[in-house]
C-alpha cells in the first residue's frame, strides 16, 4: 500500500470538486460549505517543493473558483520536502507543526454496545434526533464551526455516511461523536467530538474502532483521517506527515 495515494483518495471522499493544478504536481479538494482550511486543502505530491509558479496556479485557481471570497487555504507538502520559507510569495508561510494523515486498515469485528458505562450506537444524519444529537456535540467540541452546514454537506455528499453516538447510560445525554464517509474501497472520519467533562477516558480511540469496522461493513478497505495531534500516533499507525503552507489576506491574487 502507498500511503500517499491512499490519503488522496480519502481526501477526495468528500470532496465536491477536485481539481489537478500545476501540470499535476498538487490538487485542490473543495468541499463547499466547509469551513477553510479544514477541508479545503491543496495537497502538493511532486518530489520538490513548490515553487512561486505552482502557488500563483493555486492563487489563480482560488481566484477563479471563488473570486474576491476566496478562502485562506492550507498547502499540505510530504514531510521529506523542507519549506523554503524565503522562497514564499507574500500572504504564504510555513507552520511549524506537521499534520498528520493517518491510513488504517479496517477491520472485521462486532460493534461494541457499551463502553465504560456509556452506551455507543449508530446513527443516521437524515433522522432529525441523531442529527441534532451529533450537531450539538460537534459545536461543543469545536466552537464557531457552522453546524448547519456539516449536516448539509454529509447530507448531500455522494457518500454512506453514518453517526457514531456515544451516550451516558442513564441519561441518553450526548457524551461523544464522530461521522464517518465511505465512497468505494476508501472510509474518511472526521468531527471527532468528545465534551470536555467526558475527555481522558479514550473515548476518541473507542470511536475510531467503531468507524475501522462499520467502514468494512460498507465496503472500505482503508480509512483515513487528519490531525495536528501527535498524540494519536503510534506503532502500527502508518500515517504520512505534511508540511503545512498557510496562505493569509492580503495575497496577491486578491
Not at 506537521?98 to 465504560?116: N, S
Not at 452506551?119 to 444524519?125: D, I, K, N, P, Q
Not at 502508518?238 to 493569509?248: A, C, F, K, L
Request: with cysteine.
Amino acid at each position: 500500500m502507498s500511503l500517499v495515494p491512499t490519503a488522496l483518495k480519502g481526501y477526495s471522499v468528500l470532496a465536491q470538486d477536485v481539481t489537478d493544478l500545476a501540470d499535476g504536481t498538487a490538487r485542490a479538494f473543495t468541499v463547499p460549505g466547509w469551513p477553510s482550511p479544514s477541508y479545503s486543502p491543496v495537497i502538493h505530491h511532486a518530489p520538490h517543493p513548490p515553487r512561486r509558479e505552482g502557488l500563483d496556479a493555486i492563487g489563480d485557481y482560488l481566484n477563479h473558483r471563488w473570486g474576491a471570497a476566496a478562502p485562506a487555504t492550507r498547502l499540505l507538502v510530504p514531510r521529506a520536502v523542507q519549506p523554503e520559507p524565503g522562497d514564499l510569495p507574500g500572504g504564504w508561510h510555513a507552520e511549524e507543526r506537521p499534520l498528520h494523515i493517518l491510513v488504517l486498515e479496517t477491520v472485521t469485528a462486532p460493534l461494541p454496545e457499551v463502553h465504560d458505562g456509556l452506551h455507543v450506537r449508530l446513527g443516521s444524519v437524515n433522522d432529525a434526533a441523531d442529527a441534532e444529537m451529533f450537531a450539538a456535540t460537534v459545536a461543543a467540541g469545536f466552537p464557531g464551526y457552522p453546524r448547519d452546514e456539516v449536516l448539509r454537506v454529509l447530507r448531500t455528499a455522494d457518500t454512506k455516511d453514518e453517526l457514531v453516538l456515544v451516550t451516558s447510560g442513564t441519561s441518553d445525554e450526548p457524551v461523544a461523536t464522530i461521522s464517518v464517509s465511505v465512497k468505494g474501497d476508501i472510509a474518511f472520519y472526521n468531527w471527532g467530538a468528545v465534551l470536555p467533562a467526558h475527555r481522558g477516558r479514550r473515548l476518541f480511540r473507542l470511536m475510531e474502532q467503531v468507524c475501522l469496522r462499520r467502514a468494512r461493513d460498507l465496503g472500505a478497505t482503508h480509512m483515513v483521517c487528519v490531525t495536528r495531534s501527535p498524540h494519536v500516533l503510534g506503532a502500527n499507525r502508518p500515517h504520512v506527515e505534511m508540511w503545512i503552507y498557510q496562505n493569509n489576506p492580503p495575497s496577491p491574487w486578491r
